[in-house]
T-cell receptor
Framework: GEDVEQSLFLSVREGDSSVINCTYTDSSSTYLYWYKQEPGAGLQLLTYIFSNMDMKQDQRLTVLLNKKDKHLSLRIADTQTGDSAIYFCADLRSSNTGKLIFGQGTTLQVKP | GAVVSQHPSRVICKSGTSVKIECRSLDFQATTMFWYRQFPKKSLMLMATSNEGSKATYEQGVEKDKFLINHASLTLSTLTVTSAHPEDSSFYIC?????????????FGPGTRLTVL
């Protein structure tokens, strides 16, 4: 199947860490991405991880990939109110076609 | 990162009219562009893959006669919603693929909000 699944909502307090989870089904995935969407806007690429990596850190963002369990997570350290948005994970099935399969999106609410 | 623009950002039209949405890659060449549709509080649904100089590839269930795609140059793809109806109201987002780097990345436009009355 082509499913990429995420939990729909996460609420955290400012300064805490946020962990957004994603599962996917296709073992042939090449790259996995995290995008951020603010209200009424397009998607902003936050980070990505190649399928043969376990972890990637980029400033406040840490991506963990468990390929055996087909589980991807995005950790945002020291979450700020400006991080409030919808976060999508996406699975690149083939670098030839460029086709991305998106999860449903996780709405992150950051409370002051 | 590279910039992708969409025009218009918002359009309201009457039922039965056609609407054209443009997607431009501003500082890179994109042999492939993608058109997505997003319903409120929902994920992005890929509608079609637009390849420069050839016919678009449509996803299953997407009517190619209703959603006409033209990719006439390496920086411009257009989506025309023909004979629009209220159920076509949605947020349409394009992305463009930049293959100049060592890996594949898609850059997304800001989206076009279509409302059909």
């Amino acid at each position: 199947g082509e499913d990429v699944e995420q939990s729909l909502f996460l609420s955290v307090r400012e300064g805490d860490s946020s962990v957004i989870n994603c599962t996917y089904t296709d073992s042939s995935s090449t790259y996995l991405y995290w995008y951020k969407q603010e209200p009424g806007a397009g998607l902003q690429l936050l980070t990505y991880i190649f399928s043969n990596m376990d972890m990637k850190q980029d400033q406040r963002l840490t991506v963990l990939l468990n390929k055996k369990d087909k589980h991807l997570s995005l950790r945002i350290a020291d979450t700020q109110t400006g991080d409030s948005a919808i976060y999508f994970c996406a699975d690149l099935r083939s670098s030839n076609t460029g086709k991305l399969i998106f999860g449903q999106g996780t709405t992150l609410q950051v409370k002051p | 990162g590279a910039v992708v623009s969409q025009h218009p950002s918002r359009v309201i039209c009457k039922s039965g009219t056609s609407v054209k949405i443009e997607c431009r890659s501003l500082d890179f060449q994109a042999t492939t562009m993608f058109w997505y549709r997003q319903f409120p509080k929902k994920s992005l649904m890929l509608m079609a893959t637009s390849n420069e100089g050839s016919k678009a590839t449509y996803e299953q269930g997407v009517e190619k006669d209703k959603f006409l795609i033209n990719h006439a140059s390496l920086t411009l793809s257009t989506l025309t919603v023909t004979s629009a109806h209220p159920e076509d109201s949605s947020f349409y987002i394009c992305s463009a693929r930049d293959l100049s780097g060592s890996w594949s990345e898609q850059f997304f436009g800001p989206g076009t909000r279509l409302t059909v009355l």
